[in-house]
């Protein structure tokens, strides 16, 4: 295991860095004055400058005229990205087009992957369960007729589903198999109803009713979900780790500057303690993320399975920024409850983070129940 970043990993930070080094995080209105007041739409003119950068197809093969790399590059530009709340499902259309390139059909790969990689064409997840196991990630069903398959039932919290061209949606069927449905946004018989996280931004309740698709647009190869789900939620931990950088040193350069009876209120003993509490919770969230990203890196034959590193990564993750914003909050005083400050945005994304894909408590579960089956030693 080597944490050590190639050349090229580290040119896509800078390149990342380039991006989102316009993108300013209070310039949209705090979701805690009117519920859904961020824009309905993605941040397109951002979309565009990451297709012209190439980060779109970060972990898309070449051939597909995407640059190769790994998922670890794939967290690396994520974390830039969540330092400024950047409205781009980055995540989602990265770890679906990996999906479709690893277990679609290669005539539908060949199809997509071209087009993502040059952003015509923004992809999404249906994944916002808590760890796989929740009835609401089953709550899809898929059933043959002939050459096509249908579709029902209903997933709720979808990320940009809104601004999506095409929607991953897991489906299972009787013999309790999962396949992996790509469905288009204005398909028959799919309806999108609105919703709002904690954060603001516009979420989606897929309705879905009889809605038929060939097989070329659902992927029923074995682990497709599994590694789609493991994505989603290593790049979850890449987006709070970065949340959570951001947020201590706005909170350091706060303290530093902030004086009471003469002296920097980030020279008592008390806050120093608080910060230093918080930088340790970075360090687990930054090493357990690295761990879940490399295992998810290795595909060579015997790999160990990632199931037990994400979940791990996710723990740290969901906990650790949690007590970051709150410490942040505290440290602020009154001036981090002000609305016209960006703190209040990094505390409503972070809360969003938290919860996606499984809080700490779910993962806590997952893990108990990998080890019971895989006891240690």
């Known amino acids: 295991m080597d944490f050590t970043f ?24 705090s979701p805690a004055l009117t519920p859904g007041a961020v824009s309905e739409d993605l941040d397109r003119p951002l ?14 093969s070449p051939r597909h005229g995407g640059a190769g ?12 990205s969540a330092r400024v709340l950047a409205r781009v499902p980055l995540l989602e259309t990265s770890a679906v087009a990996t999906t479709v390139e690893r277990y679609a059909p290669e005539a539908t790969a060949a199809e997509l992957l071209p087009r993502v990689c040059r952003g015509e064409l923004v992809l999404t997840a249906a ?13 899809v069903t898929a059933r043959r007729d002939g050459t096509t398959w249908i579709l029902d039932g209903l997933q709720t919290a979808v990320p940009w589903a809104h601004g999506a061209d095409l929607i991953a949606v897991p489906a299972h069927t009787a013999d309790g198999h999962t396949v992996l449905a790509l469905l288009p946004r204005t398909h028959a018989g799919l309806d999108l109803g609105a919703q709002y996280s904690t954060h603001g931004e516009l ?11 060939d097989d070329t647009h659902v992927i029923t190869a074995e682990g497709a979900w599994e590694q789609l789900r493991a994505t989603l939620t290593t790049g ?3 987006l709070a780790l970065g949340l959570g950088e951001a947020v201590l040193t706005m909170t350091s350069q706060y303290t530093g500057k902030r004086e009471q009876f003469g002296h920097p209120v980030a020279t008592f003993q008390a ?79 972070a809360k969003h983070l938290e919860l996606s894909l499984g809080p700490a408590a779910a993962h806590e579960e997952a893990l108990g129940d990998l080890l019971a089956a895989h006891p240690l030693g």
Do not use: N
């Open 6 to 29: 190639t050349e090229e990993q580290q040119a896509a930070v800078e390149a990342a860095k380039a991006v989102f080094s316009g993108v300013t995080p209070d310039a949209v209105p």
């Open 47 to 60: 979309w565009a400058r990451l297709a012209t950068a190439d980060l779109l197809g970060l972990t898309v």
């Open 69 to 80: 790399l790994d998922p670890v590059a794939l967290c690396l530009v994520l974390r830039e």
């Open 127 to 139: 994944s916002q369960g808590r760890t796989g196991h929740d009835p609401a990630e089953r709550a």
């Open 203 to 213: 979420l989606a309740e897929l309705r879905l009713d009889s809605v038929r698709l």
């Open 236 to 238: 979850t931990c890449a």
């Open 271 to 349: 806050v120093a303690v608080q910060a230093a509490d918080r930088y340790i919770d970075l360090r687990a969230m930054e090493a357990t993320l690295w761990q879940a990203a490399w295992r998810l890196s290795s595909t060579s034959p015997g790999a160990l399975p990632a199931d037990g590193d994400v979940a791990v990564a996710k723990i740290w993750a969901s906990e650790g920024v949690r007590r970051v914003v709150q410490t942040a909050q505290h440290l602020h005083g009154g001036f981090g409850a002000d609305t016209d400050y960006p703190l209040h945005r990094y505390h409503a994304w």
